[in-house]
């Protein structure tokens, strides 16, 4: 060893010296039951309220958090067990014994409940949060008790009672109760026991869903969804935050290209007044002057009559089917007062991901609320100012209760974040019954495999595996790395780029959203459209190849002679060990 690694070592054992010399001195650690319960790290910030979203927790977890707010002690019980011989295979113990036939819902039971906040008048801080706790866990234990006497299950839903604290609030606060759903999804979206608990609040309070994001749909849809709505007497209103931001550059263009026009009008007529000036007057241009002015004066006659026409056109209340603007809405909340001098508060409630703080940034014209594509940014109520008569509460997104959904399209909707998506088949699976195979080629430049001219059928594994090898997306050992294709997949999904839009109830799906063909790479011949598909699959040798390789793998190939089997000689190697020699 030189003297530099000499060096080196006594320099690490110099600064491991002093590391142990600062433990010593630092903070003494003590036992947890001489610690303040501040000090303990148990999982909560007592600084800040618990404000995670909880939509899915592990049994244990579940089972904890559970007994920790009913603040009990609970006795594990084994259940739905059978005890068998090892040898015989007979049956001693049987829990199923007399189990009772699950029962199937009502369209009315189906309305799976909201939790409700109980009656506080007369009570203590203590006392109420206490009965919230009870009516909560209370609610918790309903449905899961719907779960296990009914054919359903009950998809993951919001289990932080703080997220429901703010609910309650926001609820209690607003005028005017807004549901923003997704309009591809709008039924998914919309609670109606919601709208009912509403009215449970105050009779005076009133209720609008807001269908966001209405851009994706076309006028004819939008048609359709409006005629289904008012059959059902439900207030609506189509809105679309995106949408709206680029009118609003066109206006800023047009504006700046006008005073472009007015300085150059202006430099105009300075030059004509400097070259009036040097040269005589004469009767002629004098007559010619008065007539223009007069057909300017009609001009701008006739140019105010139709800017008082078209005023008039834009004071025209809105059709049910139009994309409200920002000034529209303000006029829809002031609608729902009840006389003239009232201030009014309007709530925002609905999923995670639906745009609710996409909305109120909008109407406000400035980012006055953290927007983000992971659902579930915003984490409490807040109030902002839209004008001296109205009021906006932005609440957190809470997943509903439901029955009527998966968990596999509750990701693909937006609702669970994709980022922690585990298992990716069965999304990519549901996304493939609603997206054709010609839509995904030509969106990603793929080449599907193709049986006599026709698509094969297709699956999650054969479209991540085309996708990740076409963007080389690939994992350590070589393979096609299919989940992060995936999440980019559901994202596209999620944000409107590959389009699915629901049909309203009685309305057939292929002729309300129909996938345009579109023409994607055109190819010489058919062979080398299957070579691209092969490649993409990673797929070296075509499909006739492999099952003649497989037939001929098992054959010996060597030459065969007519006649009797000639007996081979077997040479002996060590002449010691043969028997014959020793007889």
């Known amino acids: 060893m030189g003297k530099n690694d000499g060096k080196a070592g006594t320099v690490l054992g110099r600064n491991l010296a002093k590391s142990q010399v600062q433990n010593k001195k630092g903070k003494k650690t003590f036992a947890e039951g001489y610690l303040h319960t501040t000090d303990i790290q148990d999982g909560y910030d007592w600084n800040r309220l618990n404000l995670d979203s909880v939509t899915e927790d592990d049994n244990y977890t579940d089972f904890m958090n559970t007994a920790e707010l009913a603040a009990r002690e609970f006795d594990e019980e084994k259940w739905n ?25 009502s369209k009315e039971e189906e309305v799976l409940p909201i939790p409700r906040r109980p009656q506080w008048t007369g009570l203590t801080p203590e006392q109420l949060k206490e009965e919230e706790n009870k009516n909560f866990l209370e609610w918790r234990r309903h449905l899961a008790s719907i779960q296990e006497d009914y054919d359903c299950v009950v998809t993951p839903y919001e289990k932080n009672l703080e997220f429901w604290r703010q609910l309650w609030r926001v609820i209690e606060k607003s005028d005017l109760v807004i549901q923003i759903v997704d309009s591809r999804h709008p039924l998914l979206f919309r609670s109606q026991d919601l709208e009912k608990y509403v009215k449970e609040v105050s009779t005076l309070k009133q209720t609008l869903v807001l269908l966001n994001k209405a851009d994706f749909l076309t006028e004819e849809q939008r048609k359709e969804w409006a005629e289904y709505l008012t059959k059902e007497n439900i207030n609506f209103a189509f809105f679309s935050a995106i949408s709206e931001e680029e009118p609003e550059l066109g206006n800023e263009n047009e504006t700046n290209t006008e005073v472009g026009e007015d300085d150059e009008s202006d430099e105009d007529d300075n030059e004509g007044i400097s070259k009036s000036d040097e040269e005589e007057p004469n009767l002629e241009d004098e007559d010619k002057t008065n007539a223009e002015v007069d057909e300017d004066d009609n001009e701008g006659s006739s140019k105010s009559e139709e800017d008082g026409i078209e005023k008039q056109i834009q004071k025209k209340p809105p059709s049910n089917t139009d994309v409200l603007t920002c000034e529209q809405m303000v006029d829809l909340f002031r609608s729902y007062k009840r006389h003239q001098t009232e201030d009014i508060s309007v709530g925002f409630i609905g999923y995670p991901n639906v745009g609710k703080s996409s909305t109120i940034n ?19 109520f807040q109030t902002l100012i839209l004008t ?82 076409q963007r080389g997306f ?45 023409v994607g790479r055109v190819w010489k011949d058919e062979a080398d459209q299957q070579a691209e598909a092969r490649r993409l699959q990673q797929e070296n040798k075509t499909k006739a190849e492999q099952i003649d390789n497989n037939f001929f793998e098992g054959m010996s190939l060597g030459a065969h002679a007519k006649g009797k089997k000639s007996k081979k000689k077997t040479k002996v190697v060590n002449t010691e060990l043969d028997s014959k020699q020793h007889v």
Request: with cysteine.
């Open 81 to 105: 067990v059978k005890l068998l011989d090892a040898q015989t295979r007979q049956v001693y113990i049987d829990t199923n014994e007399g189990a009772i036939p699950l029962k199937v819902l």
């Open 362 to 380: 909008k109407l406000v014209q400035s980012k006055k609320v953290k927007v983000s594509e992971t659902p579930g940014k915003t984490k409490h």
């Open 388 to 469: 001296d008569d109205i009021t906006l509460c932005d609440c957190p997104g809470l997943v509903m209760p439901s029955i009527c959904n998966s968990k596999a399209g509750m990701v693909l909707q937006g609702i669970l974040p994709i980022d922690q998506l585990k298992d990716h088949v069965p999304v990519i699976t549901l996304l493939l019954s609603f997206i054709p195979q010609h839509v995904l080629e030509t969106k990603y430049g793929l080449v599907l495999p193709r049986e006599i001219g026709v698509y094969a059928k297709l699956t999650s594994e054969i479209l991540l595996t085309a996708a990740g090898t």
């Open 474 to 518: 690939m994992t350590a050992r070589g393979r096609p790395d299919q989940s992060r294709v995936a999440r980019i997949l559901l994202k596209d999904y999620v944000c409107g780029k590959i389009l699915y839009c629901e049909a309203p109830p009685g309305l057939d799906q292929d002729i309300f959203h129909k996938h345009e063909m579109e």
